[in-house]
């Protein structure tokens, strides 16, 4: 099954994620298709897929959320000039690096060389670009002791980002997050060490069908994540936890070219839990589309610091002149009803009918009570 499963990891999972369309297409299922392959280059590693959604309808009108006011929902800016529960993140941001790997492997079922060792310095053969910005110091909901959210799809991610009064990461901000000043490949250095970040576990052979629709069971099985906060060295220089390793994440794009790496909103980074993935701070995958989500897929949160607003769309977005409400109507619910949620899982009642998967999706409550926490130190395979 995994062998099968992989040979279609690394390409192109072609949903239904077509740009405009002059219609609104009908609302997604609460499972869909299959796992299909294209000629995208490899990047990938264990990165299975299931998607649902589509491109929305062409730009009708609708108010942008007030992420300022918003923003107050997140605890007032403190002395880093960020919200509470974010860092400030500031510095050149190098475009292009060069890494010496000293060691390394081949993992035959993925197809993919991971470097155990690289050399202990990088060199920045690219442009630096100044940034400054917020990052969620944690996995969302950004709570330490809480299990990494999984299973929201691009949009989702977008608009629990934007009840918060934030956005989502792009992928620089990610990896500058991660590499911390030095442009290090790891948080915590340049030796690969999948104790420190949750890694290198084996392969457990999803059941498709039934990730396909969001089975409680099934996505409890599969977990073989720990929860935020659990790993006092998965911290980078900037102090924002858990970035590779453990869960994938979903960040923003940046490329806006006519190649493959522009063709999603959609990027992944950091690299799941199991053994020969990339669990390192710089590699993306470029070729899953906005409709895709998994059991190892979690988000993070961004925002503008020293109480600017934040505007909640991507940049690519921002560039095609997006209304967010086209963005809620991917989601399939709004900003106002996801705080209206958030607010119910604060009193802990939070709580959907069985099979309600959207409610459940919206409630973080789709792993089911089978999930056991990994061992960090268990012996690996």
């Keep these: 099954m995994r062998r099968v499963l992989l040979l279609g990891l690394a390409g ?70 960020c919200p509470e529960g974010m860092k400030l993140v500031e ?8 890494q010496k790997c000293l060691r390394s492997w081949f993992d035959k079922s993925n197809r993919k060389t991971v470097c155990e060792e690289f050399e202990p310095h990088t060199t920045c053969i690219g442009e630096r670009v100044k940034k400054r910005f917020c990052i969620d110091t ?55 060490d999948p104790t420190k970040c949750n890694g290198d576990r084996p392969w457990d052979g999803p059941h498709m069908h039934l990730v396909a629709k969001r089975d409680a069971h099934e996505l409890g099985r599969l977990w073989q994540g720990v929860r935020s906060g659990s790993q006092p060295d998965c911290i980078s220089d900037y102090g924002v936890a858990d970035l590779p390793g453990n869960t994938d994440e979903v960040v923003a794009s940046e490329h806006f070219g006519s190649d493959w790496k522009s063709k999603y909103d959609s990027v992944h980074t950091g690299g799941p839990w199991y053994k020969g993935v990339r669990n390192q701070c710089r590699p993306k995958i470029y070729t899953h589309d906005e409709g895709f989500y998994y059991y190892f897929l979690s988000f993070r949160c961004c925002a503008e610091p020293d109480s600017k ?59 089911g009570p089978n999930a056991v926490d990994a061992d960090l130190h268990a012996p690996r395979p």
């Design 309 to 367: 607003p934040t505007d909640p769309r991507t940049p690519k977005q921002i560039k095609a002149n997006w209304p967010f409400s086209r963005v809620e109507h991917l989601a399939r619910f709004s900003v106002e009803q996801m705080r209206e949620k958030l607010e119910l899982k604060r009193q802990g009642k939070c709580t959907c009918r069985e099979h309600d998967v959207l409610c459940k999706t919206m409630c973080g409550t789709l792993l």
């Design 12 to 81: 192109l999972v072609a949903c239904s994620a077509a740009a405009q369309v002059a219609q609104p297409p009908p609302a997604p299922k609460a499972a869909a298709s299959a796992v299909t392959a294209s000629s995208a280059p490899a990047d990938a590693g264990i990165d299975a897929v299931e998607a649902t959604d589509g491109a929305s309808e062409d730009g009708a009108d609708g108010a942008i959320p007030d992420a300022a006011t918003a923003s107050a929902d997140a605890g007032a800016a403190g002395p880093s000039s």
């Design 91 to 98: 510095g050149d941001y190098c475009t292009e690096v060069e």
């Design 138 to 192: 944690y996995s969302w909901p950004n709570v330490k002791g809480e299990r990494p959210e999984v299973m929201n799809y691009f949009y989702q991610a977008e608009v629990k980002c934007a009840a918060v009064g934030k956005r989502m990461c792009t992928e620089s901000e990610w990896t500058m997050a991660c590499e911390g000043p030095e442009m290090k490949p790891y948080p915590y250095g340049y030796a690969r």
